[in-house]
């Protein structure tokens, strides 16, 4: 699969993981016995005999960190150690917004190849576009570096200027292309008209994702007649997820009552449960949810809560399974720590971890002739050490996550838009709010 990274999304992507707003808290934790501490003796033991013999001097804030991250993997696949650095990128990708550049890239021949400059962004009125082979950056080749390295080169602080060495189609040698960077917003949504139907992609779960949405039904309805809409899609496919506080947020844009998602924690006084508000943004048009293997964490909040209402039909393949949360308590200049606090249940009182969002329709995506036996169906029952589900069987979770770059190959989203259009025959839609599974 060729492998792609946005700028937009600051050179990572979310991970399957939902986020909780980051907070600091303390816990009233068991006193440690003699015994503990007798092995944080042998830990400082052998920390100075690797300081101190090791054929070459180690770094030892890096040996630090691993013994750290070493601890924190061995619970589950998703708790961990965020360094000053790290914490600050994943602060960044939650917000939503940073310095950067403005383009869309992939590699190729060990060059950064421009899929395409983002409207009215630095790269855009600098003359980038799409297609562009960037050879060099500040003089540096990229011959050698990651995609990621190569993203971290063109980042950097809002109004500080990068040279990009650009090899154009056409042009007889090397361009020199200097660009400002400037603070980039990402699109959490992004949406279109097709032709009847309302589209929302969600592409992530970032702190514009609600705003993102609501200003999104907006405009689909300023240009549909109500009479003529026939209802939208939520195309959640490949969506890792990201803050919880905005799975909330979408899942209440489209409900009117009744639980969205409840949390439990390792002690009964930290389960928590969360409820709609009055209001459904959409009016109560029919709505359905697609679904596939890269559909996790958050996405499965809001899938899970809409299928267990009744609110929606969920189309597509089963979801990745991830149904824990993860909180982010700071430690100050020392970055952050990565941990699971709690699992996540749907509105029925189902667990996702390991299991996923089956759904209503299963709907197959055939891969390409040139992808098949090189991308594999994965899901979170398959992650080395993760946490086993209540409901978790052998069947496991996930499936293949892909969706075709065009929209006419989109088989998944076609049958959808059929649904919606009365096309596709089946007797259970467009389901009915008022028979909700789940009562208030």
Do not use: W
Not at 23 to 30: H, K, M, N
Not at 268 to 282: I, K, M, P, Q, V
Not at 366 to 374: A, N
Request: glycine share 10%.
């Amino acid at each position: 699969m060729i492998r792609k990274i946005s700028l937009l999304f600051a050179g990572a992507l979310m991970g399957a993981t939902a986020l909780s707003t980051a907070q600091q808290f303390g816990t009233s934790a068991e006193a440690a016995n003699s015994e503990t501490y007798e092995q944080l003796s042998i830990f400082g033991d052998v920390f100075e005999r690797v300081r101190a013999q090791y054929v070459t001097p180690p770094e030892e804030k890096e040996l630090i960190e691993s013994a750290i991250n070493g601890m924190l993997t061995s619970l589950d696949p998703h708790s961990s150690y965020l360094n000053a650095e790290d914490a600050n990128d994943m602060r960044t990708q939650t917000r939503g917004e940073f310095g950067g550049l403005g383009i869309e890239v992939t590699m190729e021949d060990e060059l950064v190849k421009v899929i395409t400059p983002i409207e009215d962004t630095p790269a855009a009125r600098a003359g980038v576009l799409a297609g562009d082979l960037i050879s060099e950056i500040d003089g540096e080749s990229l011959r050698g570096l990651t995609l990621s390295d190569a993203v971290d080169l063109m980042r950097g602080p809002v109004d500080t200027e990068v040279e990009l060495t650009v090899i154009r189609e056409g042009a007889d040698a090397p361009m020199k292309i200097k660009v400002t960077r400037d603070i980039i917003t990402v699109r959490a949504v992004r949406h279109s008209i097709e032709d009847d139907v309302g589209y929302l992609r969600v592409i992530s779960f970032t702190e514009k994702t609600y705003d993102d949405l609501a200003a999104a039904i907006e405009e689909i309805k300023a240009e549909v007649p109500e009479d003529e809409l026939k209802g939208y899609v939520l195309d959640m496919r490949l969506n890792p997820g990201g803050l919880l506080d905005q799975a909330i947020s979408v899942t209440d844009a489209f409900l009117d009552r009744g639980e969205i998602v409840s949390t439990r924690g390792r002690n009964e006084e930290e389960s928590r449960r969360f409820n709609s508000r009055a209001g459904d943004l959409t009016g109560n048009k029919p709505l359905v949810v697609l679904v596939n293997g890269g559909s996790a964490s958050a996405s499965e909040i809001v899938a899970g809560a809409l299928q267990d209402h009744k609110r929606a039909t969920v189309v597509g393949t089963r979801s990745f399974g991830k149904g824990s949360v993860q909180t982010i308590i700071p430690l100050g200049e020392n970055g952050a720590l990565r941990l699971t606090t709690a699992l996540y249940y749907t509105p029925s009182g189902k667990s996702i971890q390991g299991t996923g969002i089956s759904p209503d329709i299963t709907v197959e995506q055939p891969l390409p002739e040139e992808m098949r036996g090189r991308v594999e169906a994965a899901g979170e029952s398959e992650l080395r050490g993760h946490i086993q589900g209540e409901s978790e069987t052998d069947e496991g979770s996930g499936s293949i996550a892909y969706v075709p770059p065009e929209k006419e190959d989109d088989i998944q989203l076609n049958y959808a838009l059929d649904l919606l259009r009365g096309d596709k025959s089946d007797p259970s839609f467009p389901p009915n709010p008022d028979q909700a599974a789940v009562s208030d």
